[in-house]
């Protein structure tokens, strides 16, 4: 009698695990697709805009510098940890420049607020896609470069507030560090809202955008249950509360 001889482990071939469906035109998986979304034809703007990409967020999947692009007519990006002479053509001609960070205690470059900002003709604006931390490092290791043309802006931040999560806002995909900090896409829209003569209809069809977006992601969250020493704070004030009023 023969019997059959059970395959070894390591000749079992496992399924291939099945690639997400991207869309041609946004691409994004599909399920979160943006098309409906996206405006057509892209916003023209008299700015343009350069988004300096770092390494790491060039691969994640919930930057929001690709949407950026197929949204505005004049924006580009380039992925680097620092700006300089021979990486970008647009600033090679050393234009009229703003760059998007907030000052802080240990900057050696003040940055002004961007409602205090006068336009001017072939304005590029420029912004910084990473985490905070490696935005500060990008900034500081292209300031020699920039500060032949270019000024430091900011939008209202305050690193003695904690920011905020897609838990609670409508418009953040990720946590942020601090109050104010923001993405990419809606730094870049609150800053042409200042800069471009029909700025407020810009910031709300970018901040529209961004505001689907999140609301597909959202739809992925799973709930956020309470840690148990927080729970357990919660019920034992709740306890000791109860007990005082009934004393």
Known sequence: MFHCMEPEAED?????????????????????CLCHALPFPPIQTATRILIVQHPHEARHKLSTTPILNKSLLRAS????????????????????????????????????????????????????DATWQHAREMVRASED??????????????????????????????????????????????????????????????????REMVRLQAGFLKPVKPRPKLLKKKTEGKEKKEGSVQG
């Open 12 to 32: 079992v071939l496992s399924p291939e695990p099945q690639r997400r469906s991207i869309c041609s035109n946004c691409d994004r998986p599909t399920r979160v």
């Open 145 to 210: 470069f920039l500060s032949e043309f270019a000024t430091r802006v900011c939008l209202d931040v305050d690193e003695s507030v904690g920011g905020g999560s897609i838990y609670d806002s409508e418009l953040i995909l990720r946590k942020e560090p601090f109050a104010g900090c923001v993405s990419t896409m809606e730094a870049v829209a609150r800053a042409l809202r200042v800069l471009e003569p029909n700025g407020p209809e810009i910031e709300e069809k970018l901040v529209g955008v961004l």
């Open 77 to 128: 990006s380039v992925t680097s940890r620092r700006l300089r002479r021979g990486l970008s053509p647009i600033l090679d001609r050393s234009p009229p420049a703003l760059y998007l960070f907030p000052s802080s205690a240990s900057s050696t470059t003040p940055a002004l607020h961007i409602s205090a900002v006068h336009p001017s003709a072939d304005l590029v604006l420029i912004a910084f």
